[in-house]
């Protein structure tokens, strides 16, 4: 952030702006102040984390896109959506609420992407679930690891390329050839998906943020408990 202005002079859009500036630039320290002014104005973590660093971050994947951003540039704005996200991780969690269930979540194999992962595994904590984060790069053998350790009522999945996508079935396929498929919930998210794939693969659902994926959560939670749908 240049030095020649305050940024607590700035209105709320301005700051929004400027946090997607440096997020855009990979301004790490940058972005956790901005995180930090906008907390300190009373905004909730969760619109600090919507409307300021993911809205940058869509404008990141644009550029990378279209062809003006590059893998090394990517990186750096991923680097500084992770600062600014580690002050609202604490925050998110901190509700207090009871825990609800447990969730095991990972990106799938050939997939190192974990933003959104993270982003959807830090509002799961904040509404009560506990949540065992594997990490990018998960195969089967890793997610039935886990599952058989930890017993989540919850499998979730992350994948942001076309080509990953497909990993998702070999995942499902082997939770019912172990048997267990019915046991647990199975839940799948990422840009490339949508309903359609996840009827395909026979997921349980398709949760297009962080938002839809705690609301699904506590849905099928609920169903699955002979609690109805109403959460
Ligand atoms: Co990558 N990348 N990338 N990348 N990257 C995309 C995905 C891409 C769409 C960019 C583009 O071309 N526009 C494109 C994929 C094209 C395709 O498959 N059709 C792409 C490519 C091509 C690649 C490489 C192949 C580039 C290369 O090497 N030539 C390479 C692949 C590496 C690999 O995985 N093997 C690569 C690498 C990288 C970086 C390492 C540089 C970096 C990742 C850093 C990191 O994650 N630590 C990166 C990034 C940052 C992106 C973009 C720009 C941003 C992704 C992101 O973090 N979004 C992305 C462009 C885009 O998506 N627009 C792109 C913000 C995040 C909050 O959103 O992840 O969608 P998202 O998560 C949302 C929802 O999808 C949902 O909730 C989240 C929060 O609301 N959700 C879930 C996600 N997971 C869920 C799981 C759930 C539920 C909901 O479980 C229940």
Do not use: W
């Amino acid at each position: 952030m240049a030095d020649d202005f305050n940024i607590k002079d700035l209105s709320l859009e301005e700051l929004y702006q400027q946090m997607g500036d440096d997020l855009y630039d990979g301004y790490q320290e940058e972005v956790v102040e901005g995180v930090e002014e906008a907390l300190s104005r009373g905004i909730t973590p969760y619109h600090v984390l919507t409307d300021g660093l993911v809205a940058g971050m869509d404008i990141v994947g644009q550029d990378f896109r279209d062809g003006i951003l590059f893998v090394p540039e990517v990186l750096m704005a991923a680097n500084a959506m992770k600062a600014g996200m580690a002050v609202l991780r604490p925050l998110l969690a901190e509700t207090g609420a009871p825990i609800i269930g447990k969730m095991i979540i990972g990106t799938v194999k050939g997939d190192i992407h974990d933003i959104g992962k993270n982003l959807v595994a830090m509002m799961m904590e904040g509404a009560g679930f506990e949540v065992i984060n594997l990490g990018i790069n998960n195969d089967a053998d890793k997610f039935m690891a886990a599952y058989n350790e930890h017993k989540p009522e919850i499998i979730g999945m992350s994948a942001l390329l076309t080509t990953t996508m497909p990993y998702m079935k070999i995942v499902i396929d082997r939770l019912k050839s172990e048997g267990i498929r019915k046991d647990v919930i199975v839940m799948v998210g990422g840009a490339p998906l949508n309903e359609a794939f996840a009827e395909a693969i026979e997921a349980d659902a398709y949760c297009r943020d962080a938002a839809v994926a705690v609301q699904t959560a506590k849905k099928l939670i609920a169903i699955k408990r002979g609690e109805g749908t109403r959460v």
